[in-house]
Nanobody, 122 residues
Framework: QVQLVESGGGLVQAGGSLRLSCAASGRTFSSVAMGWFRQAPGKERDFVAAISRSGSLRYYGDSVKDRFTISRDNAKNTVSLQMNSLKPEDAAVYYC???????????????WGQGTQVTVSS
């Protein structure tokens, strides 16, 4: 089992930045790939970013590439998402996910956090 707790969401103006964090406990953190997803009201959950177990490979959704950066610290059991140049369309609940599978744009989450709200004002 892996327990995930997100933090760092909030309200930001368009063009601003936020940094989301996800703290993991349970199984060895370095044994799982990690990812971020988001879901806006009335929409499906979308892939945002993923990172491999070692942190050497990173993947991004097309709409966030060059603006968002995913990172992980296996010593601290955390994964982060630095979000820059935020747009109103980035507003959503952001979820952290852990996967026993391979990191990539089609990462399948085996464990999920409760989500953190990101609101972007125009």
């Amino acid at each position: 089992q892996v327990q995930l707790v997100e933090s760092g969401g909030g309200l930001v103006q368009a063009g601003g930045s936020l940094r989301l964090s996800c703290a993991a406990s349970g199984r060895t953190f370095s044994s799982v790939a990690m990812g971020w997803f988001r879901q806006a009201p009335g929409k499906e959950r979308d892939f945002v970013a993923a990172i491999s177990r070692s942190g050497s490979l990173r993947y991004y959704g097309d709409s966030v590439k060059d603006r968002f950066t995913i990172s992980r610290d296996n010593a601290k059991n955390t994964v982060s998402l630095q979000m820059n140049s935020l747009k109103p369309e980035d507003a959503a609940v952001y979820y952290c996910a852990a996967s026993h599978g391979v990191a990539g744009r089609n990462l399948q989450g085996d464990y999920w956090g409760q989500g953190t709200q990101v609101t972007v004002s125009s």
